[in-house]
């Protein structure tokens, strides 16, 4: 009878940890928290000053004694205390309001494909340290799949490619297993810098990251259309003068800038389907492509991969909480978990 009532005191989460943003699922409620994974401490007293989106404002404008840290790289915890102090204050936030005693939830997280036997410790010892019970990992393609309704348990091919912030995982899933996967560090982020570098060499202009970001999102494609070519003013340092300067850029020069990333991913694509099994060819090209992951809202990258794969491609729903939604069904199917939890395992060795 306790152990029922804590199960149901206890609000079990679901964490989407990534480079760029980290999402927070709650059993039987839904996402909880979407912030920006990045916090703000005053290194004098060590005290969390703010974080998410609060802290990614301070960017750049922060006097000495505060600093604004990052504490993902790449999918993986970089800055310990940080991320456990992040993940704390984020769990924290997920309990308030809630009873005066509120057990310990238990957490499922999402890894990347790639994590060493010492990054998965790391990612469990920190969300234990923030107050979960007890720790679970999936891996984010396998989540991915999960949360977008995808019957991962057949013996049936089916590919993901989640592009995220720090990472584009890309697997070809069969038997709630990975069966040939790639990653790669090419992703949003460089995606941003190179906007960044472009602006830099042809406007000798000085871009923020979150202005390179707006650029993306806001004119950013891979293929020329007429229905969304234009062009965006744009403001930033005069790197002769140190002056303001605005400018336009167009559609068309930001394609340009972003061809090679664009390129490896693509390429990235097509060499995992090589090493695929011959024996799930047949469903992958019957079953397509699911894009997810905030690289897959770019502009006609879809479009690219069909046409140059001749294969279906189709954007998961709401492909930046595909991942999340995936610990979360998770939190209510103990099999499946299992067993997408015992392939994780395999693939971390």
């Known amino acids: 009878m306790a152990l029922r009532l804590f199960g149901r005191l206890s609000k079990d989460i679901g964490i989407d940890l990534g480079t760029s943003n ?3 699922y709650v059993k039987d409620k839904g996402i909880a928290i979407n912030e920006p994974t990045i916090a703000a401490l005053n290194t004098r007293t060590e005290a969390l000053v ?22 993902m790289v790449a999918g993986v915890i970089s800055d310990f205390e940080v991320a456990e102090k992040f993940i704390k204050h984020c769990i924290e936030k997920i309990h308030r309001g809630s009873f005066a005693f509120s057990p310990r939830p238990r957490a499922i997280v999402s890894v990347p494909l790639e994590i060493t036997e010492v990054e998965r410790k790391a990612v469990i010892d920190a969300v234990t340290s923030a107050g979960a019970r007890e720790v679970r990992l999936v891996l984010s393609p396998l989540a991915a799949a999960i949360g977008a309704r995808q019957q991962v348990r057949e013996s049936y091919g089916r590919m993901v490619v989640e592009i995220g912030g720090g990472i584009t995982s890309i697997a070809v899933i069969s038997l709630a297993g990975v069966v040939a996967s790639t990653m790669l560090k090419t992703a949003g982020n460089t995606l941003d810098a190179t906007i960044q570098s472009f602006i830099r060499e042809n406007f000798n202009v000085g871009l923020g990251r979150k202005a390179a ?3 993306k999102i806001k004119i950013g494609s891979v293929i020329p259309s007429v229905e969304q070519a234009g062009e965006l003013s744009v403001k930033g340092r005069n790197m002769l003068t140190g002056l303001p300067k605005e400018f336009s850029v167009t559609d068309a020069q930001i394609r340009e800038s972003i061809k090679r990333p664009v390129r490896t991913i693509m390429d990235a694509i097509r060499t995992t389907i090589e090493n695929a099994p011959s024996e799930l060819i047949g469903d992958l090209y019957e079953s397509g492509i699911l894009l997810s992951g905030g690289g897959a809202l770019l502009r006609g990258f879809d479009a690219l991969i069909a046409k140059e794969l001749t294969m279906p491609v189709r954007v998961v729903d709401d492909p930046l909480t595909a991942v999340v939604r995936g610990t979360g069904l998770l939190l209510d199917d103990e099999a499946l978990l299992s067993e997408v939890e015992a392939a994780s395992t395999s693939v971390f060795g």
Do not use: C, N, R
Request: net charge negative; proline share 11%.
């Open 50 to 71: 703010a974080i998410g989106i609060d802290a990614k404002k301070m960017l750049g404008k922060t006097p000495p004694h505060i600093a604004v840290v990052e504490p």
């Open 213 to 215: 970001e707006e650029i």
């Open 22 to 24: 980290s999402i927070f």
